[in-house]
């Protein structure tokens, strides 16, 4: 299973940025898809997470301002993060789980660099 995210940046505290994450490698259905993110000094924390069904579990900080959405026949999840604060700045990973024929496995992209500036 291969990742490839895209869209991370710098931005203006107030502004937006959108990160894409296309999973390929594997024929069948990955089941949940999402990021986390980590912050220099700190440790990797979720964010937002989406099934193939549709459900989302996402954090409380960023509750109202980060919307997870995904395209089952892409393979491919969306963050789509609004009203961006210095505090998000961070990595962002994106992350997909599989489970085939009882054997579960879980994913990580490279990273992309999300920088808020004050």
């Known amino acids: 299973v291969q990742l490839q995210a895209s869209g991370g940046g710098l931005v203006q505290a107030g502004g937006s940025l959108r990160l894409s994450c296309a999973a390929s490698g594997s024929i069948f259905t990955f089941n949940d898809m999402g990021w986390y993110r980590q912050a220099p000094g700190k440790r990797r924390e979720l964010v937002a997470v989406?099934?193939?069904?549709?459900?989302?579990n996402i954090a409380d900080s960023v509750k109202g301002r980060f919307t997870i959405s995904r395209d089952n026949a892409k393979n491919t999840v969306y963050l789509q993060m609004n009203s961006l604060e210095p505090s998000d700045t961070a990595v962002y990973y994106c992350y997909v789980k599989q489970a085939v024929f009882r054997v579960t496995g879980e994913y990580w992209g490279q990273g992309t660099q999300v920088t808020v500036s004050s």
């Open positions: 989406i099934t193939d069904g549709g459900s989302t």
